[in-house]
């Protein structure tokens, strides 16, 4: 077929990409992966903590201690009956001696305990969702009934949930700017290697009247389309990665520290973009500083 | 269109240039000459005399270690980095290497500086088709550097370098790497486009060519300027 000038158009300056461009777009795609993985992880663990968090919030324990002629057993038993009528409080029950000295058991072992050992009762309180009573109310309505009991609210195990999600939160931020520092970096050294090996083609435009910028334009535009090409790949695979998780880790222990869901898949969406964008900032500013020492 | 503020000066104008590579000995000592605007001049002398190095000088490849280079006014030992792309733009220059980019065509390579110019493909894939025809080469427009002889390379070079219609247009022995039918049949193509106005300045060390031509000459020997022909279109 013969040329025909009429319907030429202007393509790439720059030669087809070779076999070192193919290994970056491995890479970078691999890079894109990992980022979008640890995004719906921290997503996801933070809906585990907020869970753990709320289930926590939603009940407190009472120990319960025998007093005067009162048993433990029949001392819980009244709490529980106490507690019950609190402003605030769903459910209130003692639990049963075998409850609690199965709890017992974890720490000091599965033989029977001395039966004349006071060991406190517990009564497990569930508070109200909507209008939950506070543990002052709780403290309040046991000292009122005479009862030797202590709140736990939990407090304790609730701080270390939030300090354990907001670590697992600052973790994926701290993953992605590594990563996306480690891409910049790749992208970086592509460029001024691209610059390297094209010299010939760079001095020439520039003879040609090439302002700095037409030829970083280039290296941006050809750094930002595998960026994106990369940056789909891994984000395909990462939301892949991500759909495997719901739907076979339902009923494993890593669903209960990671619950992904259908909508965490989104975060991949934006990763071409992002990949493309920090791949075209790092090739312009790497081509202008390298072009900045050239005649 | 490109910015011509304080263009009042000569096309091209040395005064007292010293140039060195290095910690080499000084290639060019204290040059001085002018070009007129319109003016046509061959730079002639031996290998290593400097020729080269005063068309680098020129398209602000190099910079000399003392003296003033100018270009259509403007001072190119001063002038700011960021100002040379629209100078250059002026300028065609065509390499003694020819320096044809191999990967793409003959139409890609001659359409560079419209594109580098900004200028919209529609309005000069035109031009550099009628061009490439101009200088023997309308039916080769598709085809790779790889696959034109020599004398198809340096009229393809040629092309590239006048495509934009410089006002300035420095050729490195474009003679150099043809036969004698193919050399009369460039330095024509170089005569016609100094008729409409093109300063045209070629570096070559074909003495018999510059001597048959009846062109001024400008002649370098132990790096100064023993020979500078005024010629009919004032020096």
Redesign the interface.
């Known amino acids: 077929m013969s040329?025909e000038?009429?319907r030429?158009?202007?393509?790439s300056?720059l030669?087809?990409e070779d076999g070192t461009q193919g290994a970056l777009l491995f890479v970078i795609a691999v890079l894109a992966f990992l980022a979008c993985l640890s995004a719906i992880g921290a997503i996801a663990s933070e809906r585990a903590a907020e869970g753990w968090k709320d289930q926590l919030i939603g009940s407190a324990t009472v120990l319960v201690r025998a007093s005067g002629l009162e048993s433990a057993d029949a001392a819980a038993a009244r709490a529980a009956e106490t507690l019950a009528g609190v402003k605030g409080v769903a459910e209130a029950r003692a639990l049963d001696k075998a409850k609690g000295d199965a709890l017992v058991a974890r720490f000091i072992g599965p033989d029977p305990l001395p039966a004349d050992l006071p060991i406190p009762r517990l009564v497990a309180v569930e508070f109200n969702s909507k209008h939950p009573a506070t543990t002052a109310d709780l403290r309040r309505a046991l000292e009122a009934d005479g009862l030797d009991a202590t709140v736990e609210d939990h407090s304790l195990w609730t701080a270390q949930i939030m300090r354990t999600g907001a670590l697992a939160r600052w973790a994926a931020i701290g993953l992605f700017f590594l990563i996306s520092g480690a891409a910049g970096a790749l992208v970086a050294f592509a460029t001024r290697q691209g610059l390297d090996a094209r010299r010939?083609?760079v001095?020439?435009?520039?003879?040609?009247?090439?302002?700095d910028d037409?030829v970083a334009q280039m290296f941006q535009a050809r750094f930002a389309r595998m960026a994106a090409i990369a940056g789909t790949a891994g984000g395909v695979g990462a939301a892949l990665a991500g759909a495997g998780l719901h739907l076979f880790g339902r009923g494993q222990s890593v669903a209960a520290i990671l619950p992904v869901a259908w909508t965490d898949l989104v975060v991949a969406l934006p990763c071409p973009f992002v990949a493309a964008l920090i791949a075209a900032v790092t090739a312009r500013l790497t081509a202008r500083a390298v072009l900045?020492n050239s005649? | 269109m490109e910015d011509k503020s304080g263009d009042n000066g000569p096309a091209v104008r040395f005064d007292g240039v010293t140039m060195a590579y290095g910690s080499q000995p000084p290639i060019l000592n204290d040059v001085s000459f002018r070009l007129e605007r319109g003016s046509f001049h061959f730079l002639t002398g031996a290998s290593g005399s400097g020729k080269t190095t005063i068309l680098k000088l020129i398209?602000?490849?190099?910079q000399p270690i003392s003296g003033r280079v100018e270009l259509f006014g403007h001072d190119l030992t001063t002038l700011p980095?960021?100002e040379?792309?629209?100078l250059?733009?002026r300028i065609g220059?065509i390499f003694q290497d020819f320096?044809l980019?191999d990967?793409?065509?003959a139409?890609?390579n001659t359409?560079?500086?419209p594109?580098?110019?900004g200028r919209k493909?529609a309005a000069y894939?035109?031009d550099?088709?009628e061009l490439l025809a101009w200088v023997g080469l309308g039916s080769r427009?598709?085809a790779l550097p790889a696959t034109l002889a020599d004398g198809e390379k340096q009229r393809l070079a040629i092309a590239?370098a006048v495509v934009n219609q410089p006002e300035l247009l420095i050729a490195d022995e474009p003679t150099g790497n043809v036969d004698d039918a193919i050399a009369q049949r460039i330095l024509r193509l170089l005569s016609e486009l100094n008729r409409v106005g093109t300063t045209v300045l070629v570096a070559s060390h074909d003495e018999d060519l510059v001597a048959r031509s009846g062109i001024p000459v400008l002649h370098l020997s132990d790096g100064g300027l023993t020979r500078f022909d005024r010629g009919r279109r004032g020096v």
């Open positions: 040329f000038p009429a030429w158009w202007p393509g300056l030669p087809k010939d083609l001095e020439i435009l520039h003879y040609s009247g090439a302002s037409f900045k005649p | 398209y602000m490849a190099e980095r960021r040379r792309p629209a250059r733009r220059v320096r980019l990967h793409l065509s139409f890609d359409a560079l500086a594109r580098i110019a493909a894939r035109n550099v088709a427009m598709d590239r």
